[in-house]
């Protein structure tokens, strides 16, 4: 059948950052029941209105492509679920965010004969919090894991609790792809990846900054970039409190050291060594055959999530790079990490695909979504949850949430956004201020 004359795929995707719109509007490409990659997907997105929100130039560095785009608080994206007709929600928030969503999908959905596929995940590398995420997102009718080895670990915890585990699915992470390494650039380059969190401190940081800059007045014939994710005062998912390009300001780098933005995949495109903390940048690198470390300078810890990349065969110390080492992933341990770099990444998404369908075809629609958490099972914890996005114990809205019944009027949107930059303002600049006296 012409593509003109078939009917597209509706997927909503709702992001609360820069990193899970890309999550989600990638997975959203994946996901999507079609028989080739040609059938029509119409995808409206949806920016959860917080510090996070992500800003036109970080949109355009995902470079995807969405039939509309619109912010809305969690209020405002449930009252468009409820009028709107779509075949798949993809949830891609923080698992508080998760939660309090579905909650209130199931409520504005009651009584209707067919819903979406709710669809939920993590954007990368699960290192911590493993039980409290995974029972946040419980409820959905998917719950993507990006590996084989994440796929055991989130069936274990639901089998663990009495959940239902028939909603965890096997993939891999979406933004994978890009050409196979094969073989050094000229000049040779080497790129530090940063992460917006990790490590958060400014002794740590300007360590890190330290030892790279020392790096390329070592080898002044290689290219030394340090890719960084925001520009100052833009969010990620993470704050970050101490901007690697204010850190900079005070040293004096080589001429063959550069900072450099945009997406991450161009960068990889000529990167001979990839280096970084914890980033899920590793993942991608390694999916192209990249030469890629995970730092030990600063141990290896759970707080820094590079304790993940334990078996790896990546960790490695900035002595150890300055005189030449080049690490050599383990195979085995990269195949459990839904890297999927023996060529069959195009298959990954297969049985999700198949199990979205046969829950659109299924007779009578679906049954209601049944979290896990309920008022019953978690009093304690549950309705502070619904409260921060302003619903109340049964998912609808509480008396006074933001326009919840109507549209925002040009004058509201006027003094939202100043409100929001203000907020943003104080969270950025303020907050990180407040903070550093209070340790004095």
Known sequence: MPASTTKPTRIAVLADSDTRWKWGALTSHRIAPREDAQEPLALSGFLLRGRATPTPRQLAEVG???????????????????????????????????????????RVWEGRE?????????????????????????????????????????RAVYEGVGADASSVTEVALPFLGGTAYEGEHDPYTVVFAVQPSV???RKDRTYLLNRLIRHARLHPEREVLLKLRSKPGEHTTH???????????????????????????????????LVTISSTAALESLHRRIPTVVLTDLGVREVLGNHHFVGSGCLASWDQLDAGHRPVA??????????VADGSYETAFDAA???????????????????YYTPAT?????????????????????PGAPAHDREPGPVRQIVRRAARGAYRHGVQRVAPVIRRMGEL
């Open 64 to 106: 995807v492509h969405a039939d509309s785009l619109r912010e809305v608080t969690a209020v405002e994206f449930l009252r468009a679920m409820a009028e709107e007709e779509y075949d798949v929600v993809v949830v891609a928030l923080v698992g508080g965010g998760v939660q309090a969503v579905l909650h209130g999908l199931k």
């Open 114 to 154: 067919k819903r979406p596929v709710v669809v939920t995940g993590y954007v990368g590398v699960v290192y911590e919090k493993l039980a409290d995420g995974l029972l946040l997102r419980h409820g959905a009718d998917l719950v993507l894991a990006n590996s084989r080895q994440d796929a055991d670990r989130f």
């Open 199 to 201: 490590p958060d401190s």
């Open 239 to 273: 704050i970050e409190e101490q901007p690697y390009q204010k850190l900079v300001q005070r040293l004096d780098p080589p001429a063959n050291f550069r900072l450099v933005y945009g997406n991450m995949g161009e960068v990889l495109d000529r990167t001979d060594l």
């Open 330 to 339: 383990d195979a085995e341990w990269v195949a459990r990490q839904g890297v």
């Open 353 to 371: 695909r198949e199990r979205i369908a046969k829950l659109l075809a299924r007779p009578g629609g679906l049954a209601p979504l049944t979290p």
């Open 378 to 398: 978690a009093p304690g914890y549950l309705p502070g949850i619904l409260a921060r996005h302003h619903l109340g114990p049964d998912g609808s809205p509480l």
